[in-house]
């Protein structure tokens, strides 16, 4: 499976981490504590300290003098080795600790004591803030007798005073069950039905007759009423459930509930106010992942910082950097750009697909027969190039497009026209750490056909809708894409090292027939030119069926040409059939929707949620909502508008995944600078941030700590430290900007 991995860990860590999901051993085990000295009554024996840690007893604890200045957590640490784990083993990791002064992130980790210093468990709790008592549950991935424990103490700018005591590394300890919490068992959109739309609930129960409902509004009173469906027990949860339909109900307003079972569910509106504010939102996401520039607080209140990577101290900078390494010779400017995820790397294949539905959600509004081009038009998201004539969202767009060009590899080098796949930090940075503050060494990674066939029909998309506002940066970008497109053709298999995500993701894709195909048939849309009609037509996959369970993303691009070339206008020969397949394609994915009693058009093999599941589900929507542009089918409309409730709180666990929508969404992301978990000074992610959602792999430590045996929905836990589970990336939220923009004009 082509998965995009970006953590904290190495490589050989991560594969260690999904061996990690193997049952733990049987309950009874004996308990053994694995730690020699963990009260520090007489002595720290033998636990060890960095040079510039000084280390001595203070009332019966361990405490540590830390200097400041230092920029990585790891500069300043302590710890235990020669600790020995049994591989399937569950372990309780806990210890007390205070901080002066209070408020500083400790890094606290099981692992490997020697190269590669693989990570099988870490914490980052804000001592003195999230309180004193730490205790967590996790299974060993590994045998090894070199295990550590480890404290890691650096990354502050001042010094301050650590003190630990009572540490504790028990084996044979049973796993801890973490019981999320999930409200009431009504579970329902927690924004917006529309007027006109579909209306369905999900209700959780051991009933199996059929149940009354009511719905009220929001002075109490019993506006409709009806009985539920039963619909046995779901795959996707492991829960008994009915399905309640209140579509024949209309009438607008605020604080509608749904009463049923004894349950009352969480409000929603009637409307369509919220899907015209989360569009605006969803795309607003990207000035604040803006690298390269300050984040104007005026602009964006709460979330203003200094620009990132700009080779001002302590950043080594973006503006010359170097390749890898045996890479390359020269240095490239590559400012500007997006922040791809939670990390401070960029990435030319996930900026390529999140560019082109950017871009499509513009490109629709000008074709679609709902389409509004003005709702995102200039001044619609206030940032810095409002008010220049130009849409707001070709403007925020542009700002990644200039990064992609300036990765393409200059003339007289070797691969002249491809594209660096990614630039990076040369290692992973901890949490929480501005992008002004990253003091890692910054590098170009090889040029990859992947990412050259990603800048080529990104910056052919681009050539044709700019061409109205700045026709001079049209006919550069199309010089771009028809450049890319020939080395591409030059060099079809240079694919990035799946092995290469130290300090970044790997994004690896070993199969680029779609890029191809995706690359082809933009520059055909937008030159007419016959050599890249021909490459589409004989393409095999022009005719295959590529909108499978998964839908498409950064590794699955088939679709992205296959929906262009069915809603662009064109004189490809076959168009209607093109069409007819898009069609197919919805038909597949509303069959699915109804086959759910959760109501998403995703039903992942086994039940095996995928990484970013939310982002594949909009993303399933958005075949679901071009099949009704194409067809004026209603089916289809109410497919995508009804997709969004599982994204907006109708799902197992009762909560909202996009950030400041619903009583209950979520908030805690990953990210190292929208990281108010670890840091009250920073802020959570802003309003209209899409968490990743359930992943059944749960690759992270933390995740595998709490959600081991987890079933479907359930495989998602709202902390910063589950990177596997609830992540942002910049191609989720352009799912979510597409889907928002398509309910909102659906008035």
């Known amino acids: ?107 606290a980790v099981v692992g490997l004591s020697v190269a590669p210093y693989d990570t099988y468990f870490e914490v980052s709790p804000q001592v003195g803030v999230s309180g004193d008592t730490y205790s967590y549950t996790f299974t060993s991935p590994v045998d090894t007798g070199q295990g550590q424990v480890a404290f890691q103490l650096g990354a502050s700018a001042d010094p301050w005073r650590f003190c630990v005591d009572d540490v504790s590394l028990l084996g044979g300890a049973p796993p801890e069950v973490y019981r999320p919490d999930t409200g009431p068992r009504v579970r329902v959109n927690q924004v917006a039905y529309l007027p006109d739309g579909p209306k369905n609930a999900t209700l959780v129960t051991d009933a199996t007759s059929r149940l009354p409902w009511r719905l009220k509004d929001a002075r109490g009173r019993t506006v409709a009423r009806g009985r539920t469906a039963p619909r046995g027990t779901d795959a996707s949860s492991g829960q008994n459930v009915h399905t309640i339909d209140f579509g024949s109900y209309h009438h607008r307003g605020e604080g509608f509930t749904l009463v049923v079972d004894g349950e009352t569910s969480r409000p929603f509106a009637i409307g369509t106010a919220a899907y015209e504010q989360l569009r605006l939102d969803a795309v607003k996401y990207y000035y604040t992942q803006r690298s390269g520039i300050a984040v104007r607080d005026d602009l964006r209140p709460g979330y203003g910082r200094p620009a990132g990577h700009l080779n001002a101290a302590p950043n080594q900078g973006d503006a010359d950097v170097p390749c890898r390494p045996g890479v390359c010779d020269y240095r490239l400017d590559v400012t500007g750009g997006w922040y791809d995820a939670g990390d401070h790397g960029k990435y030319v294949v996930n900026g390529g697909i999140t560019t082109w539905e950017l871009l499509s959600t513009y490109e629709r509004s000008l074709h679609a027969r709902t389409g509004h081009p003005g709702a995102l038009g200039d001044g619609t998201l206030a940032i810095p190039e409002s008010g220049n004539r130009v849409p707001d969202i070709l403007d925020e767009a542009r700002w990644e497009l200039d990064f992609l060009l300036k990765m393409q590899v200059p003339d ?68 771009a894409a028809r450049k890319a497109w020939a080395a591409a053709l030059a060099h079809p298999d240079l694919y990035a090292d799946p092995d290469d995500a130290t300090g970044g993701g790997a994004y690896a894709d070993d199969d680029v027939s779609d890029e191809f195909y995706w690359a082809a048939a933009e520059l055909y849309l937008t030159t007419g030119g016959k050599r890249f009609e021909r490459y589409v037509l004989d393409s095999p996959v022009h005719t295959a069926d590529i909108f499978g369970s998964l839908g498409f993303d950064w590794s699955r691009t088939a679709a992205a040409g296959r929906l262009d070339l069915a809603t662009v206008p064109n004189r490809l020969p076959g168009r209607a059939e093109v069409r007819r397949s898009v069609a197919r394609g919805a038909d597949t994915y509303l069959a699915t929707l109804r086959s759910q009693p959760y109501g998403m058009p995703y039903a992942p093999e086994g039940n095996r949620y995928d ?132 309910v909102a004009d659906q008035d």
């Open 1 to 107: 499976m082509k998965r995009r991995r970006t953590a904290l860990l190495s490589v050989t860590a991560l594969l260690a981490a999904v061996l990690g999901m193997l049952p733990a051993q049987s309950a009874g085990a004996d308990e053994v504590e694995q730690i020699r000295n963990g009260t520090f009554d007489t002595t720290t024996d033998p636990w060890w300290a960095g040079d510039n840690v000084a280390v001595g007893l203070s009332g019966g604890r361990m405490c540590a003098d830390v200097p400041g200045g230092t920029a990585n957590r790891w500069d300043a640490a302590l710890g235990e080795n020669d600790i020995t784990l049994v591989k399937g083993e569950s372990y309780r990791f806990s210890f007390t600790a205070d901080g002066s002064p209070a408020g500083h992130v400790v890094r």
């Open 412 to 479: 007289g080098q070797p691969l002249a026209g491809m594209a660096h796949h990614k630039v990076h930090d040369e290692q992973w940075t901890g949490l929480p750490l501005l992008p002004s503050a990253d003091p890692q060494k910054r590098e170009l990674h090889p040029p990859t056909t992947a990412a050259t066939l990603n800048l080529a029909a990104t910056a052919a998309q681009a050539a044709r809708l700019y061409r109205p506002y700045d026709r001079a940066f049209a006919r550069r970008a199309l010089a």
């Open 611 to 742: 990484w970013g599941s939310n982002h594949q589900v909009l993303n399933n929507a958005v075949v679901l909502a071009t099949a009704y542009d194409l067809t004026g089918a209603r089916k289809y409309r109410d497919g995508a508008v009804e997709s969004m409730d599982y994204v907006l709180g109708r799902n197992a666990l009762n909560i909202s995944y996009v950030t400041g929508y619903g009583e209950v969404s979520s908030h805690n992301e990953h990210s190292r600078w929208y990281a108010h978990e670890l840091d009250p000074a920073l802020p959570n992610p802003p309003r209209g941030t899409l968490a990743g959602g359930p992943n059944s792999g749960i690759q992270d430590p933390y995740a595998q700590s709490r959600l081991q045996g987890c079933v479907g929905q359930f495989c998602y836990i709202d902390d910063i430290q589950s990177w596997s589970t609830n992540e942002t990336a910049v191609n989720w939220n352009a799912a979510l900007a597409r889907m928002a923009s398509f």
